[in-house]
């Protein structure tokens, strides 16, 4: 069974174009669905796969999709095709493979496409990822050692590449506080384990 790919998309450029577009999504036009099947409503239609939600915005249009696998630009090179005044800005993730990435398609052609790791994603795009980070970056250094001293990094499993920011911080003599974390990311461990050997050896 194909794991679900959810799709985000960005809809930008004539204002004509836009309000005909959404209008047709909103409708569910067989004239555009038919052509387009992405944009089937999933619960309207009963379907696994399509739309789940839509927007019109004061300067674009937003959809979220669900997929199998990853979004096919083909499908999306089409619609510029018919809306060739129209750009549109595509980001997916699958979790469950790793799989995270991005298009843009405008005039009937792809000009932008590219694969990122889980860690690039969240960097852009996960709200509480930069906000956790940036909090372990810039708390008080005796609030950080309180609370990081003590953070189970099981927590969530996104956070853990979020070690590294940990180790970072840390300053070299309070590298032993840490000595029985463990570390989820091979990266952070790496670095960890580094930093206390040369610290053991310099005392």
């Known amino acids: 069974m194909a794991n679900i790919c959810t799709v985000y998309t960005t809809i930008t450029g ?3 174009s836009l309000d005909e577009l959404y209008d047709m999504i909103h409708a569910q036009s067989n004239m555009l669905t038919r052509k ?3 944009l089937l409503d ?3 239609h009963k379907i696994e796969f399509g739309l789940c939600c839509h927007q019109r915005n004061a300067d674009d249009i937003t959809l979220t999709q669900s997929c199998r ?3 096919r630009k083909e499908d999306y090179i089409d619609l510029s095709d018919d809306y060739p005044m129209l750009t549109i800005i595509v980001t997916y993730e699958e979790s469950a493979n790793q799989l995270y990435g991005g298009f843009m398609v405008t005039g009937g052609s792809c000009t932008e496409s590219y694969e990122i790791t889980e860690e690039q994603w969240l960097e852009r795009h996960d709200d509480d990822y930069r906000a956790e980070k940036k909090r372990i970056e810039e708390l008080p250094y005796e609030e950080f050692l309180e609370e990081y001293t003590e953070w189970d990094v099981y927590d969530d499993p996104k956070y ?5 920011a940990i180790v970072k911080r840390i300053k070299d003599t309070d590298l032993p506080l840490f000595i029985n974390v463990e570390w989820m990311n091979d990266e952070a461990d790496r670095q960890y384990k580094n930093r206390y050997s ?3 050896e310099a005392l």
């Open 69 to 71: 696998w990853s979004p």
């Open 160 to 164: 853990a590449y979020l070690g590294k």
């Open 42 to 44: 999933a619960e309207t």
């Open 14 to 16: 004539d204002k004509a």
């Open 198 to 200: 040369v610290q053991q």
């Open 36 to 38: 387009h099947p992405m």
